[in-house]
């Protein structure tokens, strides 16, 4: 089963920072004790690292940590350099952390295309799951996290293929099922349309507890239907493993874990 007892935090300082860490106490459903707070100092070539600011930020970190304590949670502090989606990979990496959590950022899909976002890259090479927070930055409103973190465990929703990749997932979905008012199971067939039952999700049904809705559609695109859905069945939060290709490919041709969560309007939290 999948256990989270250490959870990495990315902060950036942004205006999302804040709302993003009242978020934190959510994370005790999923068992985390201890919190790392880490801020990247981003590097652009051939900058230097801005090293004079490190005690600034380091005290900055020590303030926001002093709420999470409040919470009853284990904090440390961490500030690198580099760049921040690599550094926040592999701090995690490092720490051995169990699940990273940040703000996922819409910097716009020709920015992604060409550059990515911090999100996309600690989503290519993280090796741990990764919890997205959904914010409303393009409207100037950063208090919406108390609307969309709010709960994010009672109507959580599951994408899986069935495959031996998603067991993972499959069994996070298990555990989370036992507190939540209804979890939501999704496959997604290519073409067509979809059809009354599927022996996988049935069998997997039976594993949950308590109210348990199955869902098997088809479409073209895997992650238009999961978001889709997402939105009819009102799901707090969505569950989706990720198959590595690597970091070139992904950024080529995205991944249904990446376009999920680059599109979802709620949290999205990838397993790989």
């Given at each position: 089963?999948?256990?989270?007892?250490?959870?990495?935090?990315?902060?950036?300082?942004?205006?999302?920072?804040?709302?993003?860490?009242r978020?934190?106490?959510?994370?005790?459903a999923?068992?985390?004790?201890?919190?790392?707070?880490?801020?990247?100092?981003?590097v652009?070539?051939?900058?230097?690292?801005?090293?004079?600011?490190?005690?600034?930020?380091?005290?900055?970190?020590?303030?926001?940590?002093?709420?999470?304590?409040?919470?009853?949670?284990?904090?440390?502090?961490l500030?690198?350099?580099?760049?921040?989606?690599?550094?926040?990979?592999?701090?995690?990496?490092?720490?051995?952390?169990?699940?990273?959590?940040?703000?996922?950022?819409?910097?716009?899909?020709?920015?992604?295309?060409?550059?990515?976002?911090?999100?996309?890259?600690?989503?290519?090479q993280?090796?741990?799951?990764?919890?997205?927070?959904?914010?409303?930055?393009?409207?100037e409103?950063?208090?919406?996290?108390?609307?969309?973190?709010?709960?994010k465990?009672?109507?959580?929703?599951?994408?899986?293929d069935?495959?031996?990749?998603?067991?993972?997932?499959?069994?996070?979905?298990?555990?989370?099922?036992?507190?939540?008012?209804?979890?939501?199971?999704?496959?997604?067939?290519?073409?067509?349309?979809?059809?009354?039952?599927?022996?996988?999700?049935?069998?997997?049904?039976?594993?949950?507890?308590?109210?348990?809705?199955?869902?098997?559609?088809?479409?073209?695109?895997?992650?238009?239907?999961?978001?889709?859905?997402?939105?009819?069945?009102?799901?707090?939060?969505?569950?989706?493993?990720?198959?590595?290709?690597?970091?070139l490919?992904?950024?080529?041709?995205?991944?249904?874990?990446?376009?999920?969560?680059?599109?979802?309007?709620?949290?999205v939290?990838?397993?790989?």
């Amino acid at each position: 089963m999948t256990q989270f007892d250490h959870v990495l935090i990315g902060v950036d300082f942004s205006d999302t920072t804040a709302p993003l860490l009242r978020c934190a106490s959510e994370l005790k459903a999923l068992g985390v004790r201890e919190v790392t707070l880490l801020h990247v100092q981003p590097v652009v070539y051939p900058a230097a690292p801005q090293v004079t600011h490190r005690a600034t930020y380091e005290e900055r970190l020590d303030g926001l940590a002093a709420s999470l304590r409040k919470d009853g949670f284990q904090v440390r502090t961490l500030v690198r350099s580099g760049v921040p989606g690599s550094g926040m990979a592999a701090v995690a990496t490092e720490l051995s952390v169990d699940l990273i959590v940040l703000a996922a950022h819409d910097h716009g899909q020709v920015a992604r295309t060409l550059l990515g976002s911090v999100a996309s890259q600690v989503l290519q090479q993280a090796t741990v799951p990764v919890l997205l927070e959904r914010f409303s930055r393009e409207e100037e409103r950063p208090q919406e996290c108390a609307l969309r973190c709010r709960a994010k465990f009672q109507r959580p929703l599951l994408a899986t293929d069935g495959s031996e990749s998603a067991r993972a997932a499959e069994a996070l979905i298990v555990r989370l099922s036992r507190d939540a008012q209804a979890t939501i199971l999704l496959t997604v067939l290519e073409g067509g349309d979809g059809q009354d039952g599927h022996p996988g999700l049935e069998a997997l049904a039976a594993r949950c507890s308590g109210k348990v809705r199955i869902r098997v559609e088809r479409g073209r695109k895997a992650s238009a239907e999961i978001q889709r859905v997402a939105q009819e069945e009102d799901a707090s939060l969505i569950l989706v493993g990720r198959r590595g290709r690597g970091p070139l490919l992904d950024r080529l041709l995205g991944s249904t874990a990446e376009n999920v969560s680059q599109g979802a309007d709620r949290p999205v939290l990838v397993i790989p």
